[in-house]
């Protein structure tokens, strides 16, 4: 069974930081790109950042030099660091992995940036 469940969304102010967690099923943990993406309100989701099983990222434009994106092979965890957030930054923001030819979401968390 393949699980991801998202953590640590809430409310920031501009400017400010937020360290979204997934924790991810070990069976697929260890041999898959992880993703982050985001909805906001009435769009499409859009990809935010990805790492490979060997540590590679890459980021969508709009975060570069903002976010983070981590893992921490012990602990079957991926984390989204958000620093420098912006009110654009408010959506839900859903791990996800592609173990073919499945898509694996988790429930997403929300993230509010507001002053």
């Known amino acids: 069974q393949v699980q991801l469940v998202e953590s640590g969304g809430g409310l920031v102010q501009p400017g400010g930081s937020l360290r979204l967690s997934c924790a991810v099923s070990?069976?697929?943990?260890?041999?898959?790109?992880i993703h982050w993406y985001y909805q906001a309100p009435g769009k499409q989701r859009e990809l935010v950042a990805g790492i490979t099983s060997s540590g590679s990222t890459n980021y969508a434009d709009s975060v570069k030099g903002r976010f983070t994106i981590s893992r921490d092979n012990a602990k079957n965890t991926v984390y989204l660091q958000m620093n420098s957030v912006k009110p654009e930054d408010t959506a839900v923001y859903y791990c996800h992995v592609f173990a073919g030819p499945r898509h694996y979401w988790g429930q997403g968390t929300q993230v509010t940036v507001s002053s």
């Open positions: 070990r069976n697929i943990f260890s041999f898959y790109t």
